[in-house]
C-alpha cells in the first residue's frame, strides 16, 4: 500500500474579478501520484505551479475539490485525528514558540500527543542532542541563528517518532552551506528510521541532494515528471538530470540557470 497516494485530485479557488464575476482557477488539476513506504520524495515545480496547495492537502489543512488524497490510507482532511502523531511537519519558517526554549518547544509536540511527562525531556533531549544542540536546549528562539531554530523545528518533528515526515521548503531561508548541512541531516535522519518523506523545494541542487525520487509539476498543479535519481546518476549522469528537471519544469537551461536554485521565492 503507498503510504502517500493522490488519485486525480483537483483544487480549485474562487477568484472574483471585477463586480458580480466570480471564476474558479484551478491550483491542482488531475494530480496523481504515490509515494512507497521508505521513499523520500523531492517535489520542484516553477513559483506558483500548486506545490504548497498540494502540500497543505497533504497535511489536511485544505479539502480536495474533486479526486481522492490518501496518507496512510486516511483522508487528512476529513480524518485529521486519525493521523495525529503520524505525520510530522517542518515549514519554511520554523514556527517555533518564541516564550518556548529549544527544549520546551520539541516537548510541546509530545505534549499534544499526551506523552508522559518523565519521557518528554528525554526525548527532546536525545533530538536537540542528534541535531549538534546540546549546548542551546535552554535558548529562547531569538537567541538562536536561523539555522539552528530551524534544527529545533526538525528535532520537534521528529521528537514525535511520526512515520512520515512532510516539508515545504525548510531550507529555503538558509544560506546555501547551512541548507547543505540540513538537507544531508534530514537525509540521514528519514533514512535510518526508515520514514517516508516529502519535501518541497525550489532548489534542484537540493532535490537531486535529497530525493530518491524528483517529482515535476506544472501549473495547474499536476505531475509531468518523475524521476529515480540513483538509476538516473547511475545512467545519464548529474547534469543530464538536472536539463531533464529544467526541461520538466519549463526553465530554459541557461548556463548560469542550470547551477542554480530555480524560481525566486512568491
Ligand atoms: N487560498 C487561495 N486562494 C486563491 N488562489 C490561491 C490560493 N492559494 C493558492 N492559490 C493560487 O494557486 C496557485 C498555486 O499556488 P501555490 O501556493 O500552491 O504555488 P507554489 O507552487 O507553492 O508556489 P511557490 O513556489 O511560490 O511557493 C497560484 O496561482 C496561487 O495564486
Ligand atoms: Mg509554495
Not at 480524518?79 to 519558517?93: E, N, S, T
Not at 508522559?116 to 549538534?132: F, S
Not at 518533528?157 to 552551506?177: G, N, R, V
Request: proline content about 3%; charged content about 20%.
Amino acid at each position: 500500500m503507498s503510504v502517500i497516494c493522490f488519485d486525480g485530485v483537483s483544487k480549485q479557488f474562487a477568484v472574483r474579478a471585477g463586480r458580480g464575476t466570480a471564476s474558479a482557477n484551478y491550483a491542482v488539476r488531475g494530480l496523481s501520484l504515490q509515494v512507497a513506504q521508505g521513499e523520500l520524495v523531492a517535489v520542484v515545480g516553477k513559483t506558483g505551479c500548486g506545490k504548497s496547495t498540494m502540500f497543505n492537502l497533504l497535511i489536511g489543512l485544505t479539502a480536495a475539490s474533486s479526486g481522492s488524497v490518501a496518507v496512510l490510507g486516511h483522508d487528512p482532511f476529513r480524518d485529521f485525528a486519525g493521523l495525529a502523531g503520524k505525520v510530522g511537519v517542518v515549514f519554511q519558517g520554523d514556527r517555533l514558540l518564541p516564550w518556548r526554549s529549544a527544549l520546551a518547544n520539541v516537548e510541546y509536540g509530545l505534549e499534544l500527543l499526551k506523552a508522559p511527562r518523565e519521557n518528554r525531556a528525554q526525548v527532546a533531549r536525545h533530538w536537540l542532542h542528534k541535531l549538534g544542540l546540546e549546548s542551546h536546549m535552554d535558548k529562547y528562539p531569538h537567541a538562536l541563528s536561523g539555522g539552528m531554530r530551524q534544527r529545533v523545528s526538525i528535532a520537534r518533528a521528529f521528537a514525535t517518532d511520526p512515520e512520515i515526515l512532510l516539508c515545504d521548503e525548510p531550507f529555503s531561508a538558509l544560506d546555501e552551506i547551512n541548507a547543505a548541512l540540513l538537507r544531508n541531516e534530514l537525509r540521514r535522519l528519514v533514512k535510518e528510521s526508515n520514514k517516508t518523506g516529502m519535501l518541497v523545494t525550489h532548489s534542484i541542487r537540493e532535490a537531486m541532494d535529497v530525493g530518491d525520487r524528483i517529482l515535476v509539476l506544472r501549473a495547474p498543479g499536476h505531475l509531468v515528471a518523475d524521476f529515480r535519481v540513483a538509476d538516473m546518476l547511475a545512467t545519464v549522469g548529474g547534469a543530464a538530470l538536472k536539463r531533464q528537471i529544467l526541461e520538466a519544469m519549463g526553465q530554459d537551461a541557461g548556463p548560469q540557470e542550470a547551477g542554480a536554485a530555480v524560481g525566486a521565492a512568491a
